[in-house]
């Protein structure tokens, strides 16, 4: 079963998808990975002027801003991707990330799925026998926090070395700090030069501290999904020089570490939130 925040961020791209930083963001294959009620959500977001009644209007307003974040994220990630232009790609914590389906540079790419065996097996079953945009699809079922991410990855045919663009999006809250370095490790170990990290996490303010939690159980009790709450429990919140020490000790150069804020301006995306988006990093490492 896919996680509720997962569900909800697909469901977001499939609200921001042609109404969102439009010429710069477009992702039809989400909304082809949702169920009829959590289309139901995305398409009152898309068509309907916003509703008067409190719940009503919480719910459109939770998934409206949403849309703009995972369209800042989307677009940054995807530009990283694209200048990396690399062989392999490795999306860690994948939930119902459409790349693989919709990025047609990946055309030339094999991409490893890695998530969490459950949510995997959820996934497949929504994506179904969709032709992927990549040169292939590899699914790796992974419990994070465990020694098994690079065996799996070796038995699933990644090679070592070779260039791997990494995608880390939106996954690292959930992680105890002793379990995102020990993925660090991982990730290190099975690359070689040229590879690039990307990192999409909450940064550490006194706002996500005191409302992050509240308002990430807040968001997804109102998208109504069904999931483990489990994992959904952040456990943990990054300062940009956190994530910088942590890439520089596996021997990674940060590129480039923006806001959601920043990006969403570049955009020209109308939001609601500059909070949320003033939360929300993306950092770029490369390994020299
Ligand atoms: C918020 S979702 C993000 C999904 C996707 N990256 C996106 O941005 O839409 C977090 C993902 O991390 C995965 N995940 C969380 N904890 C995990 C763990 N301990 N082991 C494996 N996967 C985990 C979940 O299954 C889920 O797919």
């Given at each position: 079963m896919m996680?509720?925040?997962?569900?909800?961020?697909?469901?977001?791209?499939?609200?921001?998808?042609?109404?969102v930083a439009v010429g710069r963001f477009t992702d039809p294959v989400s909304i082809r990975m949702l169920r009829a009620p959590e289309?139901?959500?995305?398409?009152?977001?898309?068509?309907?002027?916003?509703?008067?009644?409190?719940?009503?209007?919480?719910?459109?307003r939770?998934?409206?801003?949403l849309a703009d974040i995972l369209a800042a994220r989307t677009v940054?990630?995807?530009?990283?991707?694209?200048?990396?232009?690399?062989?392999?790609?490795?999306?860690?914590?994948?939930?119902?990330?459409?790349?693989?389906?919709?990025?047609?540079?990946?055309a030339w790419t094999v991409v490893f799925e890695v998530d969490h065996?459950?949510?995997?097996?959820?996934?497949?079953?929504?994506?179904?026998?969709?032709d992927p945009a990549a040169a292939s699809v590899r699914f790796v079922p992974v419990e994070f926090g465990s020694a098994a991410l690079e065996s799996a990855l070796e038995a699933a045919?990644?090679?070592?070395?070779?260039?791997?663009?990494?995608?880390?999006?939106?996954?690292?809250?959930y992680l105890r700090k002793p379990h995102v370095e020990r993925m660090l490790r991982g990730i290190a170990a099975r690359s070689a030069p040229g590879s690039r990290v990307i990192v999409g996490y909450t940064t550490r303010t006194v706002h996500s501290v005191l409302l992050a939690p509240w308002g990430v159980r807040l968001w997804l009790t109102l998208a109504g999904a069904a999931g483990a709450k489990r994992e959904e429990r952040i456990r943990s919140l990054w300062t940009p020089a956190q994530i910088a020490a942590l890439c520089t000790a596996h021997g990674l150069d940060i590129d480039t570490d923006e806001d959601l804020l920043g990006i969403a301006r570049a955009l020209e995306i109308p939001y609601e939130s500059p909070e949320w988006l003033a939360n929300t990093r993306v950092a770029v490492a490369d390994l020299p």
């Amino acid at each position: 079963m896919m996680c509720r925040s997962g569900i909800v961020t697909c469901q977001a791209r499939a609200a921001a998808d042609g109404r969102v930083a439009v010429g710069r963001f477009t992702d039809p294959v989400s909304i082809r990975m949702l169920r009829a009620p959590e289309r139901a959500a995305v398409e009152r977001v898309r068509s309907a002027a916003e509703p008067q009644r409190t719940m009503a209007w919480l719910r459109y307003r939770m998934l409206a801003d949403l849309a703009d974040i995972l369209a800042a994220r989307t677009v940054a990630i995807d530009d990283a991707v694209r200048a990396a232009a690399n062989p392999q790609l490795v999306v860690l914590g994948a939930g119902l990330d459409a790349r693989a389906w919709r990025m047609t540079e990946l055309a030339w790419t094999v991409v490893f799925e890695v998530d969490h065996p459950a949510a995997q097996s959820d996934k497949r079953e929504r994506i179904g026998d969709a032709d992927p945009a990549a040169a292939s699809v590899r699914f790796v079922p992974v419990e994070f926090g465990s020694a098994a991410l690079e065996s799996a990855l070796e038995a699933a045919g990644q090679v070592a070395s070779e260039p791997t663009t990494w995608i880390w999006e939106g996954g690292v809250r959930y992680l105890r700090k002793p379990h995102v370095e020990r993925m660090l490790r991982g990730i290190a170990a099975r690359s070689a030069p040229g590879s690039r990290v990307i990192v999409g996490y909450t940064t550490r303010t006194v706002h996500s501290v005191l409302l992050a939690p509240w308002g990430v159980r807040l968001w997804l009790t109102l998208a109504g999904a069904a999931g483990a709450k489990r994992e959904e429990r952040i456990r943990s919140l990054w300062t940009p020089a956190q994530i910088a020490a942590l890439c520089t000790a596996h021997g990674l150069d940060i590129d480039t570490d923006e806001d959601l804020l920043g990006i969403a301006r570049a955009l020209e995306i109308p939001y609601e939130s500059p909070e949320w988006l003033a939360n929300t990093r993306v950092a770029v490492a490369d390994l020299p």
